[in-house]
Nanobody, 123 residues
Framework: VQLQASGGGLVQAGGSLRLSCAAS????????????MGWFRQAPGKEREFVAAIPWIGATNYADSVKGRFTISRDNAKNTVYLQMNSLKPEDTAVYYC??????????????WGQGTQVTVSS
């Protein structure tokens, strides 16, 4: 599956952004709804880190650093996953990558990565 992320930008601390990730294509006949989807981020000089995940069914999962501020959701009819980011902090500044898991349930193994979208939060 191919992933195209969008929605990044420059925002002041305390502001909000919504990232979108549109999926296209199929791998081994799987549809978008059968993938666990999620978001990772990578700040300058740091390793890529997990942000949020949503399985094909069931509960979402978040990094402790974003719990209560970020919300992941998906629209299977539009083959799109979203990340609503509220109460943004300067430490949220990073390139955000969407990801499709090899599993239906989690992102322990990522099968596909999007190209990344820059989020910059000014203080």
């Amino acid at each position: 599956v191919q992933l195209q992320a969008s929605g990044g930008g420059l925002v002041q601390a305390g502001g909000s952004l919504r990232l979108s990730c549109a999926a296209s294509g199929r791998t081994f006949g799987r549809t978008f709804s059968s993938y666990a989807m999620g978001w990772f981020r990578q700040a300058p000089g740091k390793e890529r880190e997990f942000v949020a995940a949503i399985p094909w069914i069931g509960a979402t999962n978040y990094a402790d650093s974003v719990k209560g501020r970020f919300t992941i959701s998906r629209d299977n009819a539009k083959n799109t996953v979203y990340l609503q980011m509220n109460s943004l902090k300067p430490e949220d500044t990073a390139v955000y990558y969407c990801a499709a898991g090899s599993s239906r349930w989690n992102l322990e193994v990522v099968g596909s990565w999007g190209q990344g979208t820059q989020v910059t939060v000014s203080s």
